[in-house]
Nanobody, 124 residues
Framework: VQLQASGGGLVQAGGSLRLSCAAS????????MGWFRQAPGKEREFVGA????????LYADSVKGRSTISRDNAKNTVYLQMNSLKPEDTAVYYC??????????????????WGQGTLVTVSS
């Protein structure tokens, strides 16, 4: 599967953004999807994930309560809605896919495919 992330940009603190990750292929509904981010000079960190079967979600503590992950299998797209953005949310955001199993969602190496990333910049 190929993943294409979009929706990043410059936003003021307190604002909102919705990131999208469009996937190619006909079996998107069987992929466990994750979102990660990487700030300059830092390691890639888990943001959240969504299952393929029941749509269950999981979030990092740093974004919990401010972010919502959803998916539209008919459009082969997963979304990350982020609200109340903070300057520390500034990073390149990546979507990732794991085929047909529930991985250790927090671990980047668990995922099979990655998108190219989209930059989110939050100004104070």
């Amino acid at each position: 599967v190929q993943l294409q992330a979009s929706g990043g940009g410059l936003v003021q603190a307190g604002g909102s953004l919705r990131l999208s990750c469009a996937a190619s292929g006909r079996t998107f509904s069987r992929y466990f999807m994750g979102w990660f981010r990487q700030a300059p000079g830092k390691e890639r960190e888990f943001v959240g994930a969504i299952g393929w079967n029941d749509g269950s979600t999981l979030y990092a503590d740093s974004v919990k309560g401010r972010s919502t992950i959803s998916r539209d299998n008919a459009k082969n797209t997963v979304y990350l809605q982020m609200n109340s953005l903070k300057p520390e949310d500034t990073a390149v955001y990546y979507c990732a896919a794991k085929w047909a199993v529930v991985p250790a969602a927090y671990v980047p190496s668990e995922y099979d495919y990655w998108g190219q990333g989209t930059l989110v910049t939050v100004s104070s």
